[in-house]
């Protein structure tokens, strides 16, 4: 939809799915393709031995909390705002929103680098990095954090594109991004070409350096594309409510990353009671619920767009019949793979490790979690549809609820009941059920009907 035209008809009528699974394609593969870029990153920097691993891995959460919070969050947050305007048929308004976005990430950015040069060294070294891997980590999180402002910009600026309803443009700019990266850190982690062997420090310089490109790229094409809100100067005009119409959104949103993290350190902390088979076990069968993700934010991006222009132009029913096609079919899809994976785990786990006690610890937690990916992939849609309507207040909540019984559930069969692994993965299972569960009767009770706008 790269036109002056505004929003699609189809938008607002007609069958839900064709339409969806058209918006959803490009992002899902995008992010495939930075996923896959990621492991190929992490893969060169294994070369580099033990050290740099570790203090890429150091750094990765911040990283992780960054990214999650610019797209996920506020740059769903942007796409929100962007399609209820639109909805709406507020034109100017959708203009000057992208000059609050610009602002926001500016100075998230800039707060991201002020508190790790503030308390970067003294969080690392409380995490356990020393030495040689604590000099690496602070090298590569001073070049990440500097260029966070990038990040930031690259990250809202395509949520703007996608709440126009135009999802080919960030999609591609993702994908050309990811793959000039993939050469781009193997010249600079490695030294291909002959281009300097910088280590761990060039992988930093590729991440910040495709950031940055993609961000001028998404200026470019928002300020002389042909779009239905584009960035120009005769619209900056700054106003406290387009901000709160954004962070109504956002800063709500943004809880769940950290409920996220928070469940991640949790669970690593009492899985290594087991051994650091268990824990490389389980890596590996939870990685894949990552790379589940990218497929579910194709999904949820479409629904994102789609569901906040109907509740802009006021057809909530619509809106609610866009969520639960959406939600259902991202159960579908990670619901699949989910249960395939439970009753085939050496499938996934067996491309990774050939060792038997590794081996055995991610077919368990397969053969007990995999049927809840469904659960998983339901309430990821329904939360960015959930955005899309403006109301993510239960999203977050059926998020806490997973972390409570997810992690907090296996810290108590743990250290209370001293159960087996198996009930760790089987808190973990249920949690994903709760966040799916939760989400979905919100909705079908009426969560968006209340004070819509």
Not at 249 to 268: E, K, R
Not at 385 to 393: E, N, T, W
Request: overall charge neutral; hydrophobic content about 55%.
């Amino acid at each position: 939809m790269n036109t002056q035209q505004g929003p699609h008809p189809a938008i607002f009528e007609g069958p839900v799915l064709g339409l969806m699974l058209t918006m959803a394609t490009p992002n899902a593969l995008a992010f495939l393709v930075q996923a896959s870029v990621n492991m190929t990153e992490v893969w060169y920097v294994g070369q580099l031995g033990t050290a740099s691993l570790a203090a890429m891995g150091f750094v990765f959460p911040g990283l992780m909390l960054m990214q999650m919070l610019s797209g996920g969050a506020m740059g769903g947050a942007m796409a929100s705002s962007i399609a209820r305007c639109l909805g709406r048929g507020e034109s100017e308004t959708a203009h000057q929103l992208l000059w609050h976005g610009i602002v926001i990430a500016i100075v998230a950015g800039l707060m991201f680098l002020t508190i790790f040069y503030l308390f970067g060294r003294q969080l690392l070294q409380t995490l356990g990095a020393q030495g040689t891997v604590l000099a690496e980590a602070m090298a590569y999180g001073q070049v990440i954090f500097t260029a966070g402002t990038a990040i930031w910009l690259a990250s809202i600026l395509s949520g703007a594109l996608r709440g126009m309803g135009e999802m080919r443009l960030p999609a591609a700019i993702m994908a050309g991004g990811g793959l000039i990266q993939v050469v781009l850190s193997g010249c600079l982690v490695l030294g291909w070409f002959g281009a300097p062997k910088l280590g761990v420090f060039g992988a930093a310089i590729s991440v910040t350096t495709i950031a940055t490109l993609s961000a001028v790229v998404a200026i470019t094409i928002l300020s002389k594309g042909r779009l239905p809100v584009r960035l120009q100067l005769k619209h900056f005009k700054l106003q406290a409510h387009l901000f709160k119409d954004i962070f109504s959104v956002g800063a709500l949103a943004s809880v769940s990353p950290f409920f996220t993290i928070a469940s991640i350190m949790v669970i690593n902390g009492l899985i290594s009671g087991y051994g650091d088979a268990m824990v490389a076990g389980y890596g590996i069968g939870a990685r894949l619920e990552f790379l589940l993700v990218p497929m579910i934010f194709g999904f949820g991006a479409a629904m994102n767009t789609m569901v906040g222009m109907n509740v802009g132009a006021g057809n909530v029913e619509r809106a609610e019949h866009i969520a639960f096609v959406g939600g259902a079919s991202a159960a579908s899809i990670t619901g699949f793979v989910g249960v395939f994976l439970a009753l085939f785990p050496e499938v996934w786990i067996g491309l990774f490790t050939d060792d038997p006690a590794t081996l055995a610890a991610g077919v368990r937690y397969l053969q007990i979690s995999g049927w809840a990916f469904a659960f998983q992939g339901m309430g990821l849609a329904l939360y960015f549809a959930s955005q899309g309507a403006g109301r993510v207040l239960w999203p977050v909540l059926s998020n806490v609820a997973r972390f409570v019984v997810g992690a907090g559930g296996a810290v108590l069969v743990v250290n209370v009941f001293e159960a087996s692994i198996d009930w760790v993965f089987v808190c973990l299972a249920l949690g994903m059920a709760c966040y799916g569960l939760i989400t979905a009767v919100s909705i079908w009770l009426g969560a968006w009907r209340k004070n819509i706008s």
